[in-house]
């Protein structure tokens, strides 16, 4: 009887690591945060690609971190970050290079 019951906690605890995996960085909100405006910095050079704000999990919150410009990356597309609605609430989706 006691083999079941550990068995059962396993799977239990198994089930409630890969809940906490489906969203990357696993923070939600109900409300997405408003974004800062501000004036876009003219570009330093001239392979320069605007890659926009992002948000970071920081404290308990999201904080915003500003734009900032990279060198273009040959063979390379940047993808904007976003915000995904889940039935949980909010949760952002960092931009990345494909």
């Known amino acids: 009887m006691k ?3 550990k068995f059962g906690l396993m799977i239990l605890l198994a089930g409630s690591l890969f809940t906490s995996c489906t969203v990357q960085g696993g923070y939600w ?3 997405r945060p408003v974004e800062p405006v ?3 910095p003219v570009a ?3 392979d320069a690609i605007w890659i926009g704000g992002e948000w970071e999990w920081r404290g308990g919150n999201y904080v915003y971190l500003r734009g900032h410009y ?3 990356r040959e063979g390379h ?3 904007p970050g976003h915000w995904n609605n889940t039935p949980r609430g909010y949760a952002w989706e960092r931009g990345h290079w494909r």
């Open 38 to 40: 501000y004036e876009r």
């Open 70 to 72: 990279e060198h273009r």
């Open 77 to 79: 597309e940047w993808i």
């Open 29 to 31: 909100v109900r409300e």
């Open 44 to 46: 330093p050079y001239d």
């Open 3 to 5: 083999t079941i019951a």
